[in-house]
């Protein structure tokens, strides 16, 4: 109980903003909510000022404090996502077909192919020793 009554400040006079414990913020106002939980509910933050913050400790924090830090937006204000044009998803599935395709062989596979080996196919079979799987028209048919 300690450590959340450490950040535990509503009124935001300790940090700047409303601040409130992990998991603690639905109970006080439950129109917040951070920028993953608006993107799956098809909202952008887009324009939206942080309304307050979430914090708690962690050994993955990466500081001295080993304190973590989330924003949190007004689910009230925020406006739905724009959908992409076109020329957006055509670039996106060609940029996806590139990351499937073998730089060497030009094979498809239906895994990302790590640029660490050059986007090549991957070992121990490399590029002459399989055959290339199917399943990759759909993406073609988008790409063109």
Not at 24 to 45: C, H, I, P, Y
Request: glycine share 8%.
């Amino acid at each position: 109980m300690a450590a959340s009554a450490r950040f535990l400040d509503p009124a935001g006079s300790r940090y700047g903003v409303p601040t409130y414990p992990w998991g603690w913020s639905a109970v006080f106002d439950s129109d917040l909510a951070t920028k993953s939980q608006l993107r799956r509910e098809g909202l952008s933050t887009a324009g939206l000022e942080v309304a307050a913050q979430i914090m708690w400790r962690s050994n993955r924090a990466g500081n001295r404090s080993g304190v973590r830090t989330a924003a949190l937006y007004r689910r009230s204000l925020a406006r739905p996502v724009r959908p992409l044009t076109p020329a957006q998803e055509r670039a996106l599935a060609r940029a996806h077909l590139a990351r499937h395709t073998c730089t060497a062989c030009g094979r498809l596979w239906d895994l990302y192919l790590p640029t660490g080996n050059g986007r090549r196919c991957p070992p121990p079979f490399g590029c002459e020793q399989i055959e290339a799987p199917e399943g990759f028209e759909h993406v073609l048919a988008v790409a063109a």
